[in-house]
Each structure stands twice: as C-alpha cells, then as structure tokens.
C-alpha cells in the first residue's frame, strides 16, 4: 500500500497542535495572562496545564515521518547517516537561528520596561553558542526562546533513527530487518525507565516511546495487514499506561492510533479538513519558532498600556496569537520554504551569537 507522508489530514493536526503550543504559552507567559485570568479562569487553567501535552503530537508525527523517508519498509533507504543527519540539522538550524535572533533583539527591547519572569535576561557567548548548536539543555544554558528545547529534541530523535538504521545496513543479511524490533525494544525501555525519570528529558531517550508511536504507526499504515503492527503499538501503549499511567502518553497513543485509522478508513484517508488548518500546519514549525518573541513583545506593550484592565489584555492575547501566525508565515516563506545549505546555516548562527553579544553590550553600557 503507498502512502504518502503528507496529507491533509497530517497537515490538520499539526495545525491544530502548533495553535494549541501558541495559545498554552500564552496562557504559561503573563502578564496578560494574569490579568486576563478572572475573564475565563477554566480556560487559561486547560490551556496553563494541558496545552503542552500537543508536543506529544509532534513527536509522534516527527517518527512517523522519519520512517517515511529513513525507513519506509523497515530498513534503511540510504547508504549513509552522516549526510542525513546533516540535511536534518541545517533544515532545522536556518529558522530557528534566524527566529532566536529575533528572540534575543525582542527581549533587549522589553526588558527595561517589562520586569517580569518571562523576559530572557541577558545572553552570554557561552549561552548563545550553546542555543546555536541545539545544546542548551544537555549543558544547562538558559534557552533564548521558550519550546527551543523540542527542536533539540527532534534532531536527536532523527539523529538516533538514521544511526540505528545505517548501522543495520552492515549487519548480517538475517539481521538487517530487525530495525523495526529494536524501536519496539528502545520503545519499551523508554517509556518503562527513562521516560519516568524527568532528570533525563534533556536526552531522546526520554522521549523515544512517544517517537517510537509514530515509526510504528507508519509501518502499519505500509502493511497490507496492519493488524500486528497494530497490535504492537497497542501493547506496547497499554504497558507503559499500565505501569504508570501518564497523560502525555496516553495522547501520544491516541495520536499514533488516528494516523492509522486515517489511512484505513476511506472518509479520513479522503478528508481535506480546513484550508487554513492545513496552511497552519504546513508552517507549524515557523510559527512555533517565532511565536514567543511575538508574545513576549504584545505582552510588554499590552501590560504597560493596561496593567489592570482584564478585557484589553484578554484582546491582547488574541492579537499575540493572531501575529504569532502572522510572523510564522513570513518565516515560513521567507525561510524555512527555501532550501537551505551549511553555508547559510552557519551564516545564520554567527549572526545569532554576534548580535547576542552586541545585545548584551549595549545593555551594559546603559
């Protein structure tokens, strides 16, 4: 059975989990927020508690479409990792340095008239090189930008999935398919060990079984009899609830279960959703790179105008969303569209850490 890794469908819920990460944030990140609060007190508690479970959504579908273009019948498609994992990092390095660019100006701009936990304080090179190389987390530096940590996270992930599967290539004959038993075991281990240990959630391994969802999920959806994989995610699923049940799991779950049903049931597999659902998810990543600064800098505005006025901060909040996806679309076709090389990422990365330092400077000097 062919199937396509993109879809409407797939589309449509990366549209509704990037609105779900833009507004949690709003919710997490006053001060509108805060004052807004009494306005819709459920709501913003929903959105404050729960919202950041739709990263779990992301992460099933960044496996799912790993398999599709690493693995697609559960062995390599490649000769090599290395040059994978190289147009991996440089697809997901060109946005992200130009958005914490963005970041970091925006931030030196609030902070003298927003004292407020939320405001990034000053960056040193140390932290400015740490953010560029996706290695804040692992060397604790302060992240430049809030959910920074996810696209370290992902880069990882499709790091572990194409050394997995390239070292397979060299196997014995016999052993070159068991690509899909090894995720099912790093799965398993993942969501009965590492992922209960929140210490390690600077790691993929932390996050392997929700990604290992999505894998399996592809797989099932390949096969002319689904059931087995089916099966197995089911399994190894229920497992992981049973031990300890955790709501980011469980929508992990439920999320893998939705791409294979979408695949099997003829009014998912031909559903086209909406238009502007689909545009939303097709930029997710743009808009989920460059919503905080835009948040952080309505929120700087809106606070100073009206501190105590609960309605104009709940409208500030909707335009912070409404420029979220406004400044994600700019980035979305001014960059991330545009096919990127080492070059341009490692130009994008000296303009970060320059500008950081030039930021923190100036801050000094005033």
């Known amino acids: ?36 609060h009494g306005l819709a007190p459920g709501l913003i508690d929903w959105l404050y508690e729960y919202g950041r479970m739709a990263v779990q959504v992301f992460l099933v579908l960044g496996g799912y479409l790993a398999a599709a273009s690493l693995a697609p ?10 040059p994978q994992i190289g147009r991996r990092f440089v697809r997901l390095v060109v946005p992200y340095a130009v958005a914490l660019l ?42 430049l930008s809030a959910g920074v940590w996810y696209v370290a996270i992902d880069f990882q992930l499709f790091a572990l999935t194409a050394l997995l599967f390239a070292a397979l290539r060299h196997a014995p ?19 009965a060990l590492f992922n209960r240990m929140p210490d390690q959630d600077m790691w993929a391994w932390y996050f392997w079984g929700s990604y290992s969802f ?3 999920a592809f797989w099932a959806v390949r096969a002319r009899q689904p059931w087995g994989w089916g099966l197995c995610l089911a399994v190894l699923g229920g497992a992981a609830l049973w031990i300890e049940y955790r709501t980011r799991i469980a929508v992990a779950l439920a999320t893998a279960a939705l791409l294979v049903l979408a695949q099997r049931v003829a009014a998912l597999r031909t559903w086209q959703g909406g238009a502007w659902l689909q545009r939303l998810g097709q930029m997710s990543y743009s808009v989920f790179l460059v919503h905080f600064p835009v948040c952080l800098l309505t929120n700087a505005v809106v606070s100073h105008l009206w501190p105590d006025a609960p309605v104009p901060n709940a409208l500030g909040m909707m335009l912070a969303f409404v420029l979220s996806l406004a400044a994600g679309r700019q980035l979305y076709e001014r960059v991330e569209r545009h096919v ?17 330092l030039l930021v923190a400077l100036a801050s000094s000097r005033f």
């Not at 090389?341 to 130009?347: G, M, T, V």
Request: aromatic share 4%; glycine share 12%.
């Open 73 to 82: 019948e559960g062995v390599a498609r490649f000769t090599g990792a290395g």
């Open 340 to 356: 990127p090389s080492w070059r341009l990422a490692l130009r994008w990365q000296a303009g970060l850490v320059g500008t950081g």
């Open 173 to 191: 004959a016999w052993a070159q398919r068991l690509g899909p038993v090894l995720v099912v075991a790093g799965g398993a281990l993942s969501l």
């Open 1 to 36: 059975m062919s199937t396509p890794s993109r879809s409407a469908l797939i589309d449509t819920i990366k549209g509704v989990a990037c609105a779900t990460i833009v507004a949690h944030h709003l919710a997490f990140y006053g001060p509108m927020s805060d004052t807004a």
């Open 214 to 216: 999505g894998l399996l």
């Open 102 to 143: 963005v970041a970091v100006v925006v931030s030196a701009v609030v902070r003298p008239v927003m004292d407020h936990p939320s405001v990034p304080g000053d960056p040193s090179l140390g932290q400015l090189v740490a953010n560029a190389l996706l290695l804040q987390d692992i060397v604790g530096a302060e992240a």
